[in-house]
Structure formats: C-alpha cells, structure tokens
C-alpha cells in the first residue's frame, strides 16, 4: 500500500531583478538576514524567510514584493536567483499521483498581490506608510527596461572650489514627456557602459531635490544633489561610476532616467503640519524640495513650523549654504552643525538638536510634527538616540511615542 506523501509548499518570496535599484533597504530591513546580495542581484534565502514581510514597505520600487507558490524541494536557490534577469513565471506545480494534500502550510504574508497583512512595524525603525495627507505618488513609470531620456539643462559645483567634498546641483529636463514626483522620492540614472562581468550598469539612486511643480515652477524638470565618490567605503582610491558620470555632464547632454520611486518618504500636504528635518550632505536633497515646495505654498497659507539640523564637515562643503541661510526667519529655524571647521570642535546634527532640546520637544509634542532624516547610515543610531534623550527629558514617553510616529507616518528615515 502506498503511504501518503506529504508535499510542503512554499510561496517563495523573490525580488525582481528588472525593477530592483539594488539600494540596499531590503537587506537592512530584514529582521532575520534573509536577504543577501552579489555584484547583480539582490536574492531572498528561502529556508530562512519567514514572510514577515518588513523588506517590503520600505522598498522604494516594489520590486521586493514577488511570490511564487512552488513545492518546497523546488525551490530556487540563492545561486540560482543571482543568475536571472528577469523572474520565472508562476509554473504549474507537478504534484505526483500518489500525493496527498499539501501539509506544509504555505508560508509568506501576502497573496503575491502587494497586499500587505499584517506587518510587524516593530521590526523597523522608521514609518512604512506616508503622511495621511500626502499626495499619491507615480512610481516605476520607468523600468530599466524602458527608461526614458532627459536632457541636462544645468549642472553646477555647490561646494568651494578646493574642498574635498565635490558636490553638484544637476537639473534635468523631461521636456514633453510625463515624470511626475514628489519632494521625498528619487529616481534612478543608467550610466552608460558595462561592468566588469560584461553586464549594462545597474541604475543608482538618488534623492529628488526638487518640488513636484519643477526646480523652476512649472517647468517638466528636476534636480539632483550629486557627491562625486572618489573612494570606497574602506577610504581607498575609486571612482563611483555613476556619481563621476552625472558630475562630468554637460549642457545638452541626455541621460537615461527610471522611475520614480519611493512612496512613503513624502511630505504632509496639510498646511498647518510641522516639519523637523535631519540631514548630513546629499541628504539635504529631499529637504530642499521639501522647503522648497512649503516656501512657494507659503505664499498661500501654509502655516506649519519648519525646523532644519543640517551637518556637513565645513561651511565651505555645506550644499546649498548660500540659499539656504537667505531664508527668513520666520520661515525656517535652521540649524548647522560642523564637523571639522579648523580650531572647533567637532560638532554633528545631534549634538545641535540636544542644544534646541526645548523647541525639538515642543515639536515632539505636537501630533501635526512630521520627522525626516536622510544622510550617512551612521547618523540614524545618533538622531533617534538624541530623539529619545530629548523626549525622556521632557517628560514624553519615548517608545510609545516612536510607535506612534511610524504608525501615523510621521518619522521618516534614509540613509546609506
Ligand atoms: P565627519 O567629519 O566626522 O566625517 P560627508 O561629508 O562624509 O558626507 O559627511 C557629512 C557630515 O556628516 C560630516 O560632518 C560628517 O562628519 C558627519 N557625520 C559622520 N558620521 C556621523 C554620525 N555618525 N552622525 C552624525 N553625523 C555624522
């Protein structure tokens, strides 16, 4: 007599690699190391996910969020995810005559369909929903597949001729064709050429720092805060392929856009909503349009606080000093905290937000506060510790506070 087999079925989570920018925020998120990644694709281990799915919210493509029902002792591996460029189709699965119903209960939270159940917020540090009132995003209307092309229209160096830092504003222009954004998301740039492997450069990312109705009011464009990378993570010489690409650029020049991404790092549309922003060097990007958009809406009745801690190494490397320190007043509380001005000590964004503790506080308090902090990795663990100090010493109950912030939308973090 044939004993039962008992078959396990997975839904097998995958990224796709067609849409994946492959900016790291899966890998981050992933409360279990699931998620691991070569010089090509990001990929998911499938004897370690466990459907969670924190990776998926936060990921700025949608990309993270694709499923495949398989048996289990079919599963693709690691190796063999690295090796696609586009996903498999959902296959029928060959169950065999002699087989049972399926015993392993299907694993992953959601039905393949984008459709989130249940997400533990716990796991991540900053909100993965938008502001209530923010206004719906576009996103993915440009694949690597199917980029489209913008013409440089502007790029200027914005740090001092000298300093290390070589940082350029780059405005790009869509002409007729459509690429609505909004303040807070990016877009992806295809350098052209080849890497080492042969394979067409992956996109790189970068932050929108321009408002939704264009760097200049009514124009189709947008602009880019770019760091020119001239050496790697461990401080050895290299040249960041994409970053020398959009620094070298010239008037006229085209380049191949995709995107837009992001949908949660947005701003509150309600006029009288404050902003408290943090930010290290290129992360002023998504500040500036951001203040960029509430200084044009001002004019017609936003009321909301906006509250700036900018830190960059010296005066002379702060992108956008100029304009930014000709803001009113009254418009913007803006604070700057330096790293390495000769015979100062070293001063960073958290250090100034515990010397405004009282205003941050207040800011704390208020529920129409919404917080964004973009810049260097290391600079997340020191705001949200400064966050936590100020708000235990103004008598604010911190976790409870932090739980409600991501749950309403309210703090926003991205850093790389
Ligand atoms: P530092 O002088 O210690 O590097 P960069 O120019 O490399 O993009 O950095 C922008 C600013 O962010 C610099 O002032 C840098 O200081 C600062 N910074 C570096 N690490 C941190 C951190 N952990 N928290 C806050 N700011 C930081």
């Known amino acids: 007599m044939n004993a039962p087999v008992s078959i396990e079925v997975l839904k097998q989570h995958l990224i796709d690699p067609e849409i994946c920018i492959r900016c790291n925020t899966c890998e981050e998120t992933c409360p279990i190391d699931a998620i691991q990644h070569d010089d090509t694709n990001y ?31 079919d599963a693709w591996s690691v190796d063999e995810q690295y090796t696609w460029d586009v996903l498999p189709e959902q296959g029928t699965m060959a169950l065999p005559a002699t087989a049972g119903p399926a015993t392993g209960a299907m694993t992953g939270g959601s039905d393949g369909d984008g459709e989130a159940q249940g997400i533990e917020v716990d796991t991540v540090r900053g909100a993965v929903v938008p502001p209530w009132s923010a206004a719906r995003p576009y996103v993915n209307l440009y694949t690597h597949r199917n980029p489209t092309k913008a013409t440089v229209v502007g790029n200027y160096r914005l740090t001092d001729e000298g300093t290390e830092s070589d940082i350029h504003h780059i405005v790009l222009d869509f002409g007729s064709l459509p690429f609505p954004v909004l303040e807070g998301q990016s877009i992806g740039i295809l350098p ?30 947008v602009s880019l805060t770019v760091k020119r990378v001239t050496q790697d993570y461990r401080g ?101 905290a330096f790293s390495r001005t000769p015979g100062e000590r070293k001063r960073y964004v958290q ?45 604010l109950e911190w976790n409870a506070l932090w739980q409600r912030l991501k749950r309403e939308g309210r703090l926003h973090l991205e850093t790389y």
């Not at 890497?195 to 264009?214: C, E, F, L, N, T």
């Not at 290299?238 to 790092?265: E, H, Q, R």
């Not at 922003?277 to 349009?289: E, K």
């Open 43 to 73: 990929v998911v281990m499938p004897d370690v996910c466990n459907g969670c799915m924190a990776c998926v919210p936060p990921c700025p493509t949608g990309a993270i969020d694709n499923w495949r029902t398989v048996l289990k002792a």
């Open 192 to 221: 052209p050429g080849s890497a080492a492997d042969g394979r067409a450069h992956h996109a790189r990312q970068y932050s929108i720092a321009s408002p939704r109705d264009g760097e200049r009011p009514g124009y189709n464009n």
């Open 236 to 336: 050895n010489a290299a040249s960041g392929v994409c970053s020398n690409y959009l620094c070298d650029l010239k008037k006229g020049d085209v380049v191949n856009v995709i995107g837009p991404f992001g949908s949660t790092f947005l701003m509150p549309n309600h006029p009288d909503s404050h902003l408290l922003m943090i930010c290290t060097g290129t992360g002023s990007a998504p500040m500036r349009a951001m203040t960029e958009y509430r200084r044009r809406r001002r004019l017609k009745g936003a009321t909301g606080k906006l509250m700036l801690f900018f830190g960059a190494r010296t005066k002379a490397e702060l992108p956008y000093f100029g304009p930014l320190t000709n803001l009113p007043k009254d418009f913007i509380d803006t604070n700057l």
């Open 351 to 395: 250090d100034a937000m515990r010397e405004r503790a009282v205003d941050v506080a207040q800011l704390l308090r208020d529920d129409g506060t919404y917080i964004y902090v973009c810049g260097l990795k290391g600079m997340e663990d020191g705001v949200l510790q400064s966050l936590k100090d100020i708000a235990d010493q103004h008598g």
